[in-house]
Nanobody, 130 residues
Framework: QVQLVESGGGLVQAGGSLRLSCAAS????????????LGWFRQAPGKEREFVAA????????YYAHSVKERFVISRDNAKNTMSLQMNSLSPEDTAVYYC???????????????????WGQGTQVTVSS
């Protein structure tokens, strides 16, 4: 079993920045984390969960939703079993619960789809005020 825990959410004014973190744990996480594809998703009230960003197992490739491209930066530290999402130029439209997710092995679905992932965190609230 793999556990994911998000942190760093909170209230920020429009135009501000926030950095989210995702920490992974488990009995074999030290050897397995570096093999997981990782992603961030978000869900606002009344809306479907949507893809935000993803990063390959080595960190060599990143993927972003059009709505956050050039504003958000995803990264990972395989030595610390963590993943981060740096969010800049935030707007009220970014308000949502943000979830981190991990996929073991090959992706059977697109990494932009929630069905592709095996493990999920509980989420952290991000609220952007105007």
């Amino acid at each position: 079993q793999v556990q994911l825990v998000e942190s760093g959410g909170g209230l920020v004014q429009a135009g501000g920045s926030l950095r989210l973190s995702c920490a992974a744990s488990g009995s074999t996480i030290s050897t397995s984390f570096s093999t997981y594809g990782l992603g961030w998703f978000r869900q606002a009230p009344g809306k479907e969960r949507e893809f935000v960003a993803a990063i390959s197992s080595s960190g060599g490739s990143t993927y972003y939703a059009h709505s956050v491209k050039e504003r958000f930066v995803i990264s990972r530290d395989n030595a610390k079993n963590t993943m981060s999402l740096q969010m800049n130029s935030l707007s009220p439209e970014d308000t949502a619960v943000y979830y981190c997710a991990a996929r073991r092995g090959l992706f059977l679905y697109s990494r932009t789809t929630s069905m592709a992932y095996d493990y999920w965190g509980q989420g952290t609230q991000v609220t952007v005020s105007s």
